[in-house]
């Protein structure tokens, strides 16, 4: 699995990139959800059709990796040691990425420190620190060594005619696979096992791996609370993958809200199930259907938004729909999304339809204003707002178990 290339894709979703236009694949319904899960092909399971929904956001960045005789110093006031923690090596990557979540969770005391390594002809993979919420877990990972030629995620795509492939420089990552309890994610289908994805920091030598617990089909596997996770990375010019076990436990509590919220527009009815909440991560649960025979799902490009009552809109961190027909009439989707800053009195799903350069085509770029904002048109009628327990919330949010 190459996890990158839609990682790539899918950075020109976000607000001031999505002019740019998305492929066909990604744009076919909810894989527009500002999300999208590994860059895997559509797959298609008995009566079931699959398409990925994870947001990765990619950047590149320089690193600097001074200042050793500063750190052998006996004292290091404290001014100094807050910006030493974020010079690339040596603060934690979960402070390098733009997530307020897992900006909340480092500072919090909610992430678990490591010692995990694997070396191999010279370049060292370590992972110093991972969190895990129930619903997302998020792993550091940084390398060291000699003879690297590019960043950690770096590669570049060419195409060779139709197709196109991807050159990487020595040592950047080729592919990850992991393991649950022993059980590789990849035995099972696209819309059956978590969402694999990776983003880069400010680092190019250190990178975040998430895995999102977003299976939809009950046959499918989810991570429990605790487990055994197996990390197989490749690296450009390394012949063997390195391998790595890190021990699994979630850290913070949760709320789930049960629902059943249902608004109709132009024969889309769409009910919204459940919200789920953690220090971390706000999850949507929702079940789409096109009750005109005439039409499909796909006929329509939705996208989704959630606000507070404040008028705050959420970062998309991922999301994955299934087809529960091949006429594609039928989806259930779950959307994951990044915390709030303060905790909410309400919740507002907000869908809408984004405007395409070319109105007459279901796909193409999107159409944006002066500032390069995505120009969209807001269905009111499919609009949900939930009354939320701020309180509790609140509490939650201030969560600092382990």
Request: net charge negative; proline share 5%; charged share 30%.
């Given at each position: 699995?190459?996890p990158f290339?839609?990682d790539?894709?899918?950075?020109?979703?976000?607000?001031?990139?999505?002019?740019?236009?998305?492929?066909?694949?990604?744009?076919?319904?909810?894989?527009?959800?500002?999300?999208?899960?590994?860059?895997?092909?559509?797959?298609?399971?008995?009566?079931?059709?699959?398409?990925?929904?994870?947001?990765?956001?990619?950047?590149?960045?320089?690193?600097?990796a001074?200042?050793?005789?500063?750190?052998?110093?006996?004292?290091?006031?404290?001014?100094?040691?807050?910006?030493?923690?974020?010079?690339?090596?040596?603060?934690?990557?979960?402070?390098?990425?733009?997530?307020?979540?897992?900006?909340?969770a480092?500072?919090?005391?909610?992430?678990?420190?490591?010692?995990?390594?694997?070396?191999?002809?010279?370049?060292?993979?370590s992972?110093?620190?991972?969190?895990?919420?129930?619903?997302?877990?998020?792993?550091?990972?940084?390398?060291?060594?000699?003879?690297?030629?590019?960043?950690?995620?770096?590669?570049?795509?060419?195409q060779?005619?139709n197709?196109?492939?991807?050159?990487?420089?020595?040592?950047?990552?080729?592919?990850?696979?992991m393991?649950i309890?022993?059980?590789?994610?990849?035995?099972?289908?696209?819309?059956a096992?978590?969402?694999?994805s990776?983003?880069?920091?400010?680092?190019?030598?250190?990178?975040?791996?998430?895995?999102?617990?977003?299976s939809?089909?009950?046959?499918?596997?989810?991570m429990p609370?605790?487990?055994?996770?197996?990390v197989?990375i490749?690296?450009?010019?390394?012949?063997?993958p390195?391998?790595?076990?890190?021990?699994?436990?979630?850290?913070?509590?949760?709320?789930?809200?049960?629902?059943?919220?249902?608004?109709?527009?132009?024969?889309?009815?769409?009910?919204?199930?459940?919200?789920?909440?953690?220090?971390?991560?706000?999850?949507?649960?929702?079940?789409?259907?096109?009750?005109?025979?005439?039409?499909a799902?796909?006929?329509?490009?939705?996208?989704?938004?959630?606000w507070?009552?404040?008028?705050?809109?959420?970062?998309?961190?991922?999301?994955?729909?299934?087809?529960?027909?091949?006429?594609?009439?039928?989806?259930?989707?779950?959307?994951?999304?990044?915390?709030?800053?303060?905790?909410?009195?309400?919740?507002?799903?907000?869908?809408?339809?984004?405007?395409?350069?070319?109105?007459?085509?279901?796909?193409?770029?999107?159409?944006?204003?002066?500032?390069?904002?995505?120009?969209?048109?807001?269905?009111?009628?499919?609009?949900?707002?939930?009354?939320?327990?701020?309180?509790?919330?609140?509490?939650?949010?201030?969560?600092?178990?382990?």
């Amino acid at each position: 699995m190459k996890p990158f290339d839609l990682d790539q894709e899918l950075r020109k979703t976000g607000k001031e990139k999505l002019a740019a236009g998305v492929p066909d694949m990604i744009r076919q319904r909810q894989d527009e959800v500002y999300a999208s899960l590994a860059d895997l092909p559509m797959q298609t399971r008995t009566g079931r059709k699959q398409r990925p929904g994870r947001i990765r956001t990619f950047a590149i960045g320089a690193a600097a990796a001074a200042f050793i005789g500063v750190m052998s110093s006996a004292y290091v006031s404290p001014i100094m040691a807050e910006s030493l923690k974020k010079i690339p090596l040596i603060g934690s990557i979960f402070q390098m990425v733009n997530d307020l979540g897992l900006q909340t969770a480092e500072e919090r005391g909610l992430v678990t420190p490591l010692s995990v390594s694997a070396e191999q002809e010279g370049i060292t993979l370590s992972i110093p620190e991972v969190v895990y919420d129930g619903t997302r877990l998020s792993m550091a990972v940084k390398r060291e060594g000699e003879g690297l030629e590019g960043g950690i995620l770096e590669h570049t795509a060419i195409q060779e005619g139709n197709r196109s492939k991807d050159i990487y420089p020595r040592g950047a990552i080729t592919r990850v696979e992991m393991q649950i309890d022993g059980t590789s994610i990849d035995d099972y289908d696209l819309g059956a096992r978590p969402g694999l994805s990776g983003k880069p920091t400010s680092d190019p030598n250190g990178a975040l791996f998430e895995l999102l617990n977003m299976s939809l089909d009950e046959t499918g596997i989810r991570m429990p609370d605790e487990f055994q996770l197996t990390v197989n990375i490749t690296l450009e010019g390394i012949a063997k993958p390195f391998v790595m076990e890190i021990p699994v436990r979630k850290s913070t509590d949760q709320i789930i809200l049960p629902l059943k919220e249902t608004r109709e527009w132009n024969g889309i009815q769409l009910t919204l199930e459940q919200l789920k909440f953690t220090p971390i991560t706000t999850g949507i649960l929702m079940n789409i259907e096109q009750t005109n025979p005439d039409k499909a799902l796909s006929d329509e490009t939705l996208l989704f938004e959630v606000w507070d009552e404040k008028g705050s809109v959420l970062e998309t961190v991922g999301g994955l729909g299934i087809y529960s027909e091949d006429n594609h009439r039928q989806e259930r989707e779950e959307l994951l999304f990044d915390r709030f800053a303060e905790a909410p009195r309400t919740i507002t799903l907000k869908v809408f339809k984004p405007e395409l350069v070319d109105p007459s085509q279901k796909s193409g770029s999107f159409k944006t204003d002066e500032n390069g904002d995505v120009l969209k048109t807001y269905l009111d009628e499919l609009e949900i707002t939930i009354p939320v327990d701020q309180a509790g919330l609140k509490q939650l949010y201030e969560d600092t178990r382990k």
